[in-house]
């Protein structure tokens, strides 16, 4: 079974206007899996959109899931962040791009809004911080196994094999 992290977003707007308030918050639910050389990054968006003016009401939408693979020739690292505020709270999983085209699949109208082009923040909660730290792991000796067959030229970044980092289970006969 290929190693997956659970990952949750939250972005929030508010309009005001002369008709009123429209305030708006989508909550991405997402899921990293790690797929031979390869990173796949599900998402389905949850958009609440709450109207105060001359009627109240709050109108919902749930998104199709949507998918982006990321060869990980392009990217650099993964590190797993607490913030010194935080100490007992959520922990940010970060990907580092090698090439500021990794996460364009993720990008645009019904993307993931990237702060920063070469850098996917993804929020974990307290509860998923262990699992974030064995994903990383995984994932950088998927970026550091990569380089060095590169670096011996046993791989063409185009003819990657699709085998998982974690080995099956042994079968019992």
Known sequence: MPPTL???LRRHSDVFDRTGITST???VHGLLRL???QLIVQWRVHRDTDLFGEEVRTDRKVDDVREAVIP????SGVT???PWWAWRGASRF???AADLRAFEPLVGPTGLKLPHPAQLVLRLPAKDREAGIEFGADLELAIGDLAMRLAA???SPESRPRTSTRSAPPEKT
């Open 6 to 8: 659970p990952f949750t």
């Open 25 to 27: 918050t989508d909550t």
């Open 35 to 37: 797929d031979g050389d």
């Open 72 to 75: 990980i020739a392009l990217l």
């Open 80 to 82: 797993v962040q607490r």
């Open 94 to 96: 970060v990907l580092t």
């Open 153 to 155: 030229g046993s791989h």
